[in-house]
């Protein structure tokens, strides 16, 4: 699949956001900790959810959708090992199983997952939380092995913040014997939204949000009722979107202090940005000043919205500097962008951008999810046409994006 697209309009108008994928992937793992059903609302119609939905199934559960954006699921037959591992393989949040089924079972057996290929994302501190918590953990034969006679709880300090170590951790010890501590969390709106989503379960997690996460342990969780929250980095793309095509958007069923980070620097580029309760009004500026971006575990600037923002910064009057503190392989956008005319170098982990007055349509080469939004975003704000080609990773965290583009103005394609 491919885009074609032409570049100069002026995008304007709503857009609604859809549920937050990194929520969705970790409460979907999450939902067969238990033999009840569980109905999980607001799920974003993109390729990962698809991916997980079908692993799910692949051990065992069963999957009904119900419209675009409802899943109800009952995980009562899910065994330990799934029958075919291709479907675990696509996604990274797939590891979210291992910390499920050993909370449930006291055993896993789960595939070495994959994702985008945006630099070493080992889980070593995954590894090292579910020993903690006194399980048998290591990758054997290309497959994460986890099994404990009972799981103790017990106090955890991570090494490093890691959403994902955080979150396995958090699954793992649920339903473990006593109180764990988890310290130096991750603090991201997705921690804290799947954190709420297994109390509504009946388990008892404290702190998400903070430096310390509590989690006193439960014997068994039952069915429930649960709406995912809106996208933050989905909000995040839209935002840079009004930025960079001089635009005038109004971002909808958002929770605006999720995307403060992001707020403040396109403020700090000259842009308007109008907060409501539920809601952002971005209108972009005609001439941005150039600003420093450094990424950082929130509530600091999401390393998921660092190529969007660069793709903004391209045409700012001046120069900027991005610092990626998060992943070593995040600039892969950089030599797509210079076809297009940016003036971009990068040496260690930051970029140094010379804003250009017109970037110009190019053929682009999407290499990871957020990179390929970052090309949409250059593309519509460049003079002519261009055309973006694997537009799968696109698809795999922006549902329906083609089609609110184009209801917002732009000249978008899908091929």
């Keep these: 699949m491919k885009y074609e697209i032409n570049g100069g309009n002026r995008l304007s108008g709503e857009v609604v956001i859809s549920g937050a994928k990194n929520a969705a992937l970790g409460i979907l793992a999450a939902s067969i900790m238990t033999d009840d059903e569980v109905v999980v609302e607001n799920v974003p119609d ?215 980070s992001i707020s403040a620097k396109l403020i700090d580029m000259g842009n308007n940005v109008i907060e409501y309760d539920e809601a952002l009004r971005v209108v972009g500026c005609e001439n941005e000043y150039p600003t420093q971006v450094k990424t950082l575990p929130y509530p600091g600037f999401p390393t998921d919205m660092q190529p969007q923002i660069s793709s903004v910064l391209v045409k700012a009057r001046g120069i900027s500097k991005v610092e990626e503190s998060i992943f070593e392989s995040r600039f892969k956008y950089v030599d797509e962008l210079k076809k297009m005319g940016a003036k971009i170098e990068v040496k260690d982990k930051i970029s140094t951008i010379e804003g250009v007055e017109v970037l110009n349509g190019a053929d682009l080469v999407v290499p990871d999810l957020r990179a390929g939004a970052a090309l949409v975003i250059a593309a519509l704000s460049a003079n002519g046409k261009s055309t973006i080609t694997n537009v799968e990773y696109i698809k795999r965290g922006y549902e329906d994006f083609e089609n609110k583009l184009a209801a917002l103005g732009a000249d978008v394609k899908l091929v």
């Design 46 to 260: 993109v390729q990962d959810i698809a991916s997980m939905l079908e692993a799910i199934v692949e051990l065992g559960g069963s999957v009904t959708r119900e419209g675009k954006n409802t899943v109800r699921i009952n995980a009562k037959d899910i065994g330990l090992e799934a029958k075919q591992d291709g479907c675990f393989k696509k996604i990274r949040a797939s590891y979210y199983f291992v910390g499920a089924l050993l909370s449930k079972f006291k055993k896993a057996i789960i595939p070495v997952p994959g994702g985008c290929a945006i630099g070493e994302r080992p889980i070593d501190l995954h590894l090292k939380g579910f020993r903690a918590l006194g399980a048998y953990a290591d990758i054997v034969n290309s497959k994460i092995v986890a099994r404990a006679d009972n799981l103790i709880a017990t106090h955890i300090y991570l090494d490093t913040v890691s959403v994902g170590a955080t979150i396995n951790i958090m699954l793992a010890a649920t339903m473990a014997d006593g109180t764990t501590y988890i310290e130096n969390v991750a603090k991201e709106p997705h921690v804290v939204d799947i954190a709420n989503f297994l109390n509504s379960m009946g388990a008892n997690v404290r702190g998400a949000g903070t430096d310390t996460i509590r989690v006193r342990g439960v014997k068994k969780l039952h069915g429930t009722t649960y709406s995912v929250i809106p996208d933050q980095i989905e909000a995040g793309t839209y935002m840079c979107l009004a930025a960079a095509t001089k635009g005038d958007i109004l971002i909808k069923d958002i929770i605006p202090k999720h995307l403060d």
